[in-house]
């Protein structure tokens, strides 16, 4: 730790501007690399902190604890008066109101990253931040509050960050969390939309993901929802690039996903690795008894659907057994692979 810290003697100031599951870990871990990290979050959450300390697990044996006086922690946005980089890790629908709160008291020249799910978050943040230096991001691994201040990966996966002026992406790596500067990210990120269409399979499930996915009719489903997702984007001139390091591009997925289960794990191990507690944060939302993101994700492809006169039958169902399960408030369902079907 202390090649660390003399490292980053000099390191810039990073806000985590609304620090849930993905904000806590990421935050902690540019923390746990001895950089200066300020926590934006709800009283709530840095309570929870203060009072049991910053823990972050992984698939991979990572466990460590830190003292709560690592990083940082307000629900006062004044703290934006005094970023270098902003990580920007609310839910899509508050967007817009982070966006006014940066665009109030953060500096010009901050670095503002969207690390959020969907399409729409980083164009809403360009509008309300004109001439500003705001970049797409993409999370690539599965990060879910396990409670008590713990905050655990259960998947494999870096981060990647538009390409942009100076070297972020070489600046933000720290042990044990990568970034990556990428560019065509808007293609990658309508591929990392295809792939989060489980998201909501997995919530309706109620299972791990290492189970959902080794199951084949989930795979079947989810390889029927994406092909359905692909055809919209193809109405739509839309060509997805996959955000997995590897050669397979994403209209051949589906194929992949409806391969007997043997074949399956052995493509799957070298692209990802999940752990046996992994679920998804969509899971976690409707158990928590939180909005989900259904909106940017199966909700997005139906309303392109529309517009270009397009069925989705299959993504209008999941949006539907979703907001139907939000409406519940009991968590997840727990259905089977054809009550989501419907058939």
Not at 9 to 20: E, L, Q, T
Not at 79 to 94: E, N, Q
Not at 152 to 178: C, K, N, Q
Not at 244 to 271: C, D, I, K, Q, W
Request: aromatic letters at 4%; glycine letters at 10%; a positive charge.
């Amino acid at each position: 730790m202390a090649e660390s810290a003399k490292r980053h003697g000099n390191s810039p100031r990073i806000v985590v501007a609304g620090a849930g599951s993905v904000g806590c870990f990421v935050g902690g871990m540019l923390a746990r690399g001895m950089y200066d990290v300020t926590l934006l979050l709800r009283p709530r959450m840095a309570e929870e902190i203060s009072r049991q300390g910053l823990t972050l697990t992984d698939y991979a044996g990572l466990d460590e604890e830190l003292p709560p006086d690592v990083v940082s922690m307000t629900a006062d946005p004044v703290c934006l008066k005094g970023a270098d980089i902003i990580l920007v890790t609310v839910k899509s629908g508050a967007t817009a109101e982070m966006a006014r709160q940066i665009a109030r008291f953060a500096p010009k020249t901050a670095v503002v990253v969207s690390l959020q799910n969907g399409i729409s978050n980083v164009g809403l943040l360009r509008e309300k931040l004109p001439g500003r230096d705001v970049r797409a991001g993409i999370v690539m691994c599965n990060i879910v509050a396990m409670g008590g201040g713990r905050f655990h990966r259960g998947t494999s996966g870096d981060i990647l960050i538009e390409r942009g002026a100076g070297h972020l992406a070489r600046t933000l790596t720290v042990g044990d969390l990568e970034f990556h500067e990428r560019r065509k990210m808007p293609a990658l990120q309508w591929g990392k939309l295809l792939i989060n269409l489980n998201n909501a399979l997995n919530a309706l499930s109620g299972l791990p993901l290492r189970k959902q996915i080794g199951d084949m009719r989930w795979r079947r489903l989810m390889a029927d929802q994406m092909a359905e997702a692909l055809r919209v984007l193809d109405a739509a001139g839309i060509e997805p690039l996959s955000p997995v390091p590897g050669p397979l591009p994403m209209r051949h997925v589906p194929r992949v996903l409806r391969l007997p289960t043997v074949l399956f794990r052995f493509v799957a191990r070298a692209m990802l690795t999940i752990d046996p507690t992994a679920r998804s944060s969509m899971w976690e939302d409707l158990n928590k008894g939180r909005r989900t993101e259904i909106e940017e994700l199966q909700g997005q492809i139906v309303r392109m659907a529309q517009d270009n006169g397009v069925p989705a039958p299959i993504n209008q169902r999941v949006a539907d057994l979703v907001r139907q399960a939000e409406r519940v408030g009991t968590g997840s369902p727990k259905l089977k692979p054809k009550e989501v079907r419907g058939r």
